[in-house]
């Protein structure tokens, strides 16, 4: 079985400071590994996805995560909130082998002040 | 836009009725995957269809069902409805070796 943990709720920073959303993932073999944001009233957007290769994956809107293989973990990173990145972030996984159906953590909500 | 449609955007209805839900996927993706979000159990899996074949299926109750057509749509019918089936239900669409998955915007279900 394949299953993701967020184990924020919710996450709250500062404009221009740094932002991380932590992410820990459990499956069997290698994993693919993705970040979805979800805005108010709208679908899931795709932000960045972890399949081979580089360890740090850079997505979009200077989003980026790295995948630890070790630790099992795919925290996502900015460098520089700004208030429109507020919105409900989550993590997935799918194993390289097996079900092609991600499997979702529970999201965590990023709230940045102005 | 994402390339994926989803119809009706909103639903309500009443416990006990019958519903259909509609995804179109993206132009050249074969596969379709359905998804419940509710407050209390997150984005729950329910099925997958590829090329108009059940692939897998997730938590999806006995009162659920799905196709895919030849056309390559979707439809996902919720019977028997109850309050607690109130949700979003979206579609996602991928194809192979793309290892991407594009959401539609969702249906918003009430069960009233």
């Known amino acids: 079985a394949q299953s993701v943990a967020q184990p924020e709720d919710q996450v709250n920073v500062a404009e221009g400071n740094p932002l991380t959303v932590k992410c820990t993932y459990s499956v069997s073999g290698n994993p693919y590994l993705f970040w979805y944001v979800q805005y108010p009233n709208r679908g899931l957007q795709f932000l960045l996805k972890y399949i081979t290769g580089d360890n740090l994956v850079k997505g979009s809107y200077g989003f980026e995560a790295e995948f630890n293989k070790s630790q099992t973990s795919f925290h996502l990173k900015k460098p520089s909130a700004l208030v429109s990145d507020s919105a409900l972030y989550f993590c997935?996984?799918?194993?390289?082998?097996?079900?092609?159906?991600?499997?979702f953590g529970s999201g965590t909500r990023l709230q940045v002040q102005p | 836009d994402s390339g994926v449609t989803q119809t009706p955007k909103h639903l309500i209805t009443a416990t006990g009725q019958r519903v259909t839900l509609r995804c179109s996927p993206r132009?050249?993706?074969?596969?379709v995957y359905w998804y419940q979000q509710s407050l209390d159990q997150g984005l729950q899996f329910l099925i997958h269809?590829?090329?108009?074949?059940?692939?897998a299926k997730g938590n999806i109750l006995e009162r659920f069902s799905a196709q895919q057509f030849p056309d390559l749509h979707s439809e996902l019918n919720l019977s028997s409805l109850e309050l607690g089936d109130s949700a979003l239900y979206f579609c996602a669409s991928s194809r192979e070796g793309n290892y991407g998955y594009t959401f539609g915007s969702g249906t918003r279900l009430t069960v009233v």
């Open positions: 132009s050249g993706d074969l596969s």
């Open positions: 269809y590829y090329n108009g074949e059940e692939r």
């Open positions: 997935a996984v799918r194993g390289v082998e097996g079900r092609r159906a991600l499997t």
